[in-house]
């Protein structure tokens, strides 16, 4: 089974940049595609970008419009989600998670972290 635990979180401004990581431990599969989700108040949990850990190519939700950066060491199992101009509507607990299969969805990932908060105040 694979451990998935984040950090990085915080308050910041509208605007800033802001860099989450998350680091897998235990049975960690090459093959495993691994990704970020984020859970705003009130809303259902939606994808933001995926990163295949074999081949580093990258997905990203509609929403990000090249704000945000999905990138990962291979041999350190560790992940980072860059957060560029962020705004208000950023706010959310973001989550990593891990999937054996090649999926944005949420229901299709096996592994998750506890989350991290990320506050943008206006």
């Known amino acids: 089974q694979e451990q998935l635990v984040e950090s990085g979180g915080g308050l910041v401004q509208a605007g800033d940049s802001l860099t989450v990581s998350c680091s897998a431990s235990g049975r960690t599969l090459s093959s495993y595609i691994r990704g970020w989700f984020r859970q705003r108040p009130g809303n259902v949990r939606e994808f933001v970008a995926a990163?295949?850990?074999?081949?580093?190519?990258?997905y990203y939700g509609d929403f990000v419009k090249g704000r945000f950066t999905i990138s990962r060491d291979y041999d350190k199992n560790t992940m980072w989600l860059q957060m560029n101009s962020l705004k208000p509507e950023d706010t959310a607990v973001y989550y990593c998670?891990?999937?054996?299969?090649?999926?944005?969805?949420?229901?299709?990932?096996?592994?998750w972290g506890q989350g991290t908060q990320v506050t943008v105040s206006s």
């Open positions: 990163i295949s850990w074999s081949t580093g190519i990258t």
């Open positions: 998670a891990a999937s054996t299969s090649l999926s944005l969805t949420a229901t299709a990932y096996e592994y």
